[in-house]
């Protein structure tokens, strides 16, 4: 089965930090572009980072750019966002997602796998 | 950066009715557009890319159309199980954006 599974949100203040991990299985994890996307009740789905195959290229949204870090480590199948300096406008549910493509934008193939997600809460 | 905008941003449907989303961008996206559905609880599943390209394991009564600025998501005859929110992404450019969502509820 293929699946996604995230883990390490949580209550933080702001200003503190935390990291998120995302471990997939049932695919060849190191050959695809990887996602971070947040879902904010009663405001949709926010792309929020983005990484290539080989992890050479990133990319940000603005809202994050500067305080979050997008990394991967294929020996793990591991994704991992470092978030700095959070904000109370940074709470939301945190979803990674694999593109079925190797690069993560200019790629029209769609995001065909999701975790469900881990909550973030900067109170 | 790109905008995406989604209409309905509700909609009330019976169960066999015909319904579009449309999803109109602030630039040419070149069908680099995908369609996702979110339900309660549920991770978003993808349903479309490529503009028109049903995802594997996507029932046929869901379709996808359209080119340059405007797209559509069609379902032919609605089912109890597609309530939820429909959102559409695009590929195309950086940063990644998505549509604002259309909530769709079963009457």
């Known amino acids: 089965e293929v699946r996604l599974e995230e883990s390490g949100g949580g209550l933080v203040q702001p200003g503190r930090s935390l990291r998120l991990a995302c471990e997939g299985s049932?695919?060849?994890?190191?050959?695809?572009?990887m996602h971070w996307v947040r879902q904010v009740p009663g405001k949709g789905l926010e792309w929020v980072a983005g990484?290539?195959?080989?992890?050479?290229?990133?990319g940000y949204a603005k809202s994050v750019k500067g305080r979050f870090t997008i990394s991967r480590d294929d020996a793990q199948n591991s994704l991992f966002l470092e978030m700095n300096s959070l904000r109370p406008e940074d709470t939301a549910l945190y979803h990674c997602?694999?593109?079925?493509?190797?690069?993560?934008?200019?790629?029209?193939?769609?995001?065909?796998?999701w975790g469900r997600g881990t909550t973030v809460n900067v109170s | 950066d790109i905008q995406l905008t989604q209409s309905p941003s509700f909609l009330s449907a019976s169960v066999g009715d015909r319904v579009t989303i449309t999803c109109r961008a602030s630039q040419d996206i070149a069908r680099f557009l995908a369609w996702y559905h979110l339900k309660p609880g549920n991770a978003p599943n993808l349903l479309i890319y490529a503009a028109s390209t049903l995802q594997s394991g996507v029932p046929s009564r869901f379709s996808g159309s359209g080119s340059g600025t405007d797209y559509t998501l069609t379902i032919s005859s609605l089912q109890p199980e597609d309530f939820g929110i429909y959102y559409c992404q695009q590929l195309n450019d950086y940063p990644l954006t998505f549509g604002g969502g259309t909530r769709v509820e079963i009457k």
């Open positions: 990484i290539s195959w080989h992890g050479h290229s990133l």
């Open positions: 049932g695919f060849t994890f190191e050959n695809y572009a």
């Open positions: 997602a694999k593109h079925m493509g190797s690069q993560w934008f200019g790629d029209p193939t769609g995001l065909d796998v």
